[in-house]
């Protein structure tokens, strides 16, 4: 089986910072290298939007919104994904989700196989 599990989410003031954490275990992450992982999140009452992806050979793509703030990085020994996020707003507030594509990165949401349970972001004005 295949598993994603999302950490680091909580409660910042606006300006502040948040790591986010990102464990992949499970047979089908023995070439987690491999893998296109993604970063994506959804507000209520919204769509699930992306946020940022990484490829298997560290090209990263960002959301426009996010440019600039936001970093994604991947550990290929410890099957981990994070995405560090400064000068937050409160628009970013929103539950956070971990996604692994077999093959390429992608901005939409199908073009992810696996996904964790989601972490939830809230940032305070």
């Known amino acids: 089986q295949a598993q994603l599990v999302e950490s680091g989410g909580g409660l910042v003031r606006a300006g502040g910072s948040l790591t986010l954490s990102c464990a992949a275990s499970g047979p089908t992450f023995s070439s987690f290298s491999r893998f296109g992982m993604g970063w994506f999140r959804q507000a209520p009452g919204k769509e699930r939007e992306f946020v940022a992806g990484i490829a298997w050979n560290d090209g990263a793509i960002y959301r426009d919104s996010v440019k600039g703030r936001f970093t994604i990085s991947r550990d290929n020994a410890k099957n981990m994904v994070y995405l560090k996020m400064d000068s937050l707003k409160p628009d970013d507030t929103a539950v956070y989700y971990c996604?692994?594509?077999?093959?390429?990165?992608?901005?939409?949401?199908?073009?992810?196989?696996?996904w964790g349970q989601g972490t939830q972001v809230t940032v305070s004005s």
């Open positions: 996604a692994a594509a077999p093959q390429n990165i992608a901005r939409s949401p199908s073009g992810y196989d696996y």
